[in-house]
C-alpha cells in the first residue's frame, strides 16, 4: 500500500496505473472519505464489495470531474437534470440518472439508473481529471458503520486491501452527499445531506 499525503504528477501516474489494473485508491472528497475504482472494472469493483461487505444489491455511486463526463456514463439526461447538474455541482449533491448500457449491472445493483457527482474538493478534482474513467467511489467504511472523515478514522481496517490512501486532511463538511432523483420533472430527496436543494 502506498500513502500519499501531498499529491504530484508522478503520483497522478501510479494512481493511473493503479485504476488500469483493477487496483483500489482511497481519496479525500469535500463529504467525507471515499473508496473507489475503475467504474468499469469488474474485478475491481467486486474487491470494492468485499472490502467493505457491502449487500450486492446496494448500487454504487460514480464519481468524475466534467459534465462530458457525466454524459460517459449515463444517457438521456434531461433538460431539468442537466439544470441540476449545471446549478449544484461541483458540490455534494448526487443525482441519479439513467444508465449508458456500458456500466455494469454489478455496479448498479442491476438497477438501470446510476448515481453520479462531481465533488468539490481539489485533490479529488486533481485525480478525476487526469482519470479518463469516473470512479466508482463510495464512503470508506465497513457497511453500516460511519464514514470516515479522516484518515485516522479507516487506516487499521483498509491499509492491507488497498492500493493507494491519499492523505487530504479532514473532510469539511462531514456527511454523505444530498441524493436526488427528477421523476416525472419533479425533484425528489431520496437521501438529505448537508445540502438543501431548493
Do not use: W
Request: aromatic share 6%; charged share 30%.
Amino acid at each position: 500500500m502506498i500513502l500519499i499525503k501531498k499529491i504530484q504528477e508522478e503520483d497522478l501516474q501510479t494512481i493511473k496505473k493503479v485504476l488500469d489494473n483493477d487496483g483500489i485508491i482511497i481519496y479525500p472528497t469535500d463529504t467525507v472519505y471515499g473508496i473507489g475504482c475503475n467504474c468499469y472494472s469488474e474485478k475491481a469493483l467486486k474487491k470494492l464489495f468485499s472490502f467493505k461487505n457491502r449487500p450486492l444489491n446496494k448500487p454504487i455511486n460514480v464519481l468524475t470531474n466534467s459534465y462530458e463526463k457525466i454524459k460517459k456514463v449515463t444517457k438521456n439526461i434531461s433538460s431539468k437534470e442537466e439544470e441540476l447538474i449545471k446549478k449544484y455541482l461541483p458540490g455534494d449533491m448526487t443525482i441519479i440518472l439513467e444508465k449508458d448500457d456500458n456500466i455494469p449491472d454489478l455496479l448498479t445493483a442491476n438497477l438501470n439508473t446510476i448515481g453520479v457527482r462531481i465533488p468539490n474538493n481539489d485533490i479529488s478534482l486533481k485525480i478525476l481529471e487526469y482519470y479518463e474513467h469516473p470512479l466508482a467511489t463510495t464512503s470508506v467504511n465497513l457497511s453500516g458503520e460511519s464514514p470516515g472523515i479522516e484518515v485516522e478514522d479507516f487506516y487499521e481496517e483498509f491499509k492491507d486491501k488497498v492500493d493507494i490512501i491519499i492523505d487530504g486532511g479532514r473532510s469539511p463538511i462531514g456527511t454523505p452527499s444530498t441524493i436526488v432523483k427528477v421523476e416525472n420533472n419533479t425533484i425528489k430527496i431520496l437521501r438529505e445531506g448537508n445540502l438543501k436543494v431548493e
